[in-house]
């Protein structure tokens, strides 16, 4: 950092970085780095390789990105997503992460974060889906911005200690294993096949009903015909005794 060009030195306290400051920054500190991601005074990290879903039940889906070219996030899961870039940075610079708006617009989210001066390797962006639809999430695609701070003096406290090896694997998360639990999209499906059968039974309910109106009228149809039938055996009968007297 002490090389950046003059007349974008930042030494008068924390100050943030500009275009000119993050590109030559980013030719030290991020490998992989394009310079169509750097913005007016952020940078957008893209996707790399390794794309972690968890299931609704706990259970990690392992995905490469880089093979698959494109990955959907389902309503309600979660995915934590490695970013191309590896980054290196001094102990007097911090960042400052946030999910890019296009990302937020189909209902992803990321509560955000910091990146600690001498953070070595890769970010792990954890990403929800809350929407009600698939987001689909491609390789190298920017998924996060990050605005760097020169900060006035070096951290006696650095996230990583000179020498110390990058880190490019995700922490394990906590996350226990739970069987039968389902997600919105798996119990919308659960929902539509019950809606289905309700609606198939309020169809037989109602042929039933017309089944039942024709068996009563044939009842009664039935029964007026045994009455008939009943009047007319009397009155033969009654003009039978008539006729012996």
Same mark, same amino acid.
């Given at each position: 950092?002490?090389?950046?060009?003059?007349?974008?030195? *930042? =030494?008068?306290?924390?100050?943030?970085?500009?275009?000119?400051?993050?590109?030559? #920054?980013?030719?030290?500190?991020?490998?992989?780095?394009?310079?169509?991601?750097?913005?007016?005074? =952020? /940078?957008?990290?893209?996707?790399?390789?390794?794309?972690?879903?968890?299931? #609704? %039940?706990?259970?990690?889906?392992?995905? %490469?990105?880089?093979?698959?070219?494109?990955?959907?996030?389902?309503?309600?899961?979660?995915?934590?997503?490695?970013? /191309?870039?590896? #980054?290196? +940075?001094?102990? %007097?610079?911090?960042?400052? +992460?946030?999910?890019?708006?296009?990302?937020?617009?189909?209902?992803?989210? #990321?509560?955000?974060?910091?990146? %600690?001066?001498?953070?070595?390797?890769?970010?792990?962006?954890? *990403?929800?889906?809350?929407?009600?639809?698939?987001?689909? *999430?491609?390789?190298?695609?920017?998924?996060?911005? +990050?605005?760097?701070?020169?900060?006035?003096?070096?951290? =006696?406290?650095?996230?990583?200690?000179?020498? @110390?090896?990058?880190?490019?694997?995700?922490?394990?998360? &906590?996350?226990?294993?739970?069987?039968?639990?389902?997600?919105?999209?798996?119990?919308?499906?659960? !929902?539509? @096949?019950?809606?289905?059968?309700?609606?198939?039974?309020?169809?037989? +309910?109602?042929? &039933?009903?017309?089944? /039942?109106?024709?068996?009563?009228?044939?009842?009664?149809?039935?029964?007026?015909?045994?009455? &008939?039938?009943?009047?007319?055996? !009397?009155?033969?009968?009654?003009?039978?005794?008539?006729?012996?007297?």
């Amino acid at each position: 950092m002490d090389n950046l060009k003059e007349g974008h030195e *930042l =030494s008068c306290g924390d100050q943030t970085m500009m275009y000119e400051d993050i590109r030559d #920054f980013a030719q030290q500190c991020i490998e992989n780095f394009d310079e169509r991601c750097i913005g007016p005074d =952020s /940078y957008d990290a893209r996707a790399g390789k390794l794309v972690i879903i968890y299931k #609704f %039940d706990g259970r990690p889906q392992v995905i %490469d990105l880089e093979k698959t070219h494109s990955v959907e996030l389902e309503p309600g899961e979660m995915a934590i997503v490695e970013t /191309y870039e590896l #980054f290196k +940075i001094p102990h %007097d610079v911090t960042g400052y +992460i946030w999910l890019r708006g296009a990302l937020q617009r189909q209902g992803l989210s #990321f509560t955000g974060g910091g990146l %600690d001066p001498g953070y070595k390797g890769r970010l792990f962006i954890c *990403l929800y889906n809350h929407g009600m639809w698939r987001v689909s *999430l491609s390789y190298k695609q920017p998924i996060v911005s +990050i605005r760097f701070i020169k900060m006035h003096r070096k951290t =006696s406290h650095p996230y990583m200690p000179e020498g @110390a090896e990058p880190i490019c694997r995700p922490p394990e998360p &906590l996350l226990i294993p739970i069987e039968g639990i389902k997600g919105p999209v798996e119990l919308a499906k659960r !929902l539509r @096949a019950i809606e289905n059968k309700c609606e198939n039974l309020a169809a037989q +309910i109602k042929d &039933l009903r017309k089944d /039942y109106g024709r068996l009563f009228k044939l009842l009664v149809s039935s029964v007026l015909l045994l009455a &008939l039938s009943a009047v007319s055996t !009397l009155v033969t009968v009654i003009l039978g005794i008539i006729g012996i007297f």
